[in-house]
């Protein structure tokens, strides 16, 4: 098993900036955020490889979230020029397979308890 633990999230105004946190028990291959705002569906915000570091967005974040990470098994998203949309619970989330759709939910075996993250 791996243990996902997020920090980061808060409430911030339209325009800002926050960064997410993702800490890991062990290594993953991939790592990836997801958000789920309330009536919503969880959507794939973002997925990084560890190795290749081969990264992929959601059309909706492109150019303004960036996801990375360093040696120690954390994976980060910076949120820039965020906007009320944005307000979701955000879910990092690890175990997808090679090959696997990175932005659907159901391809990811781990999960994280969540941040929230409020913009207004």
């Known amino acids: 098993d791996v243990q996902l633990v997020e920090s980061g999230g808060g409430s911030v105004q339209a325009g800002g900036s926050l960064r997410l946190s993702c800490s890991a028990s062990?290594?993953?291959?991939?790592r990836a955020w997801f958000r789920q705002a309330p009536g919503k569906e969880r959507e794939g915000v973002a997925r990084?490889?560890?190795?290749?570091?081969?990264i992929d967005y959601a059309a909706s974040v492109l150019g303004r979230y960036t996801i990375s990470q360093d040696a120690e098994n954390m994976v980060f998203l910076q949120m820039n020029s965020l906007e009320p949309e944005d307000s979701a619970m955000y879910y990092c989330?690890?175990?997808?397979?090679?090959?696997?759709?990175?932005?659907?939910?159901?391809?990811?075996?781990?999960w994280g308890q969540g941040t929230q993250v409020t913009v207004s």
């Open positions: 989330a690890a175990g997808a397979p090679d090959g696997a759709t990175w932005y659907d939910r159901n391809e990811w075996k781990y």
């Open positions: 062990r290594y993953t291959a991939s």
């Open positions: 990084i490889y560890r190795a290749s570091g081969r």
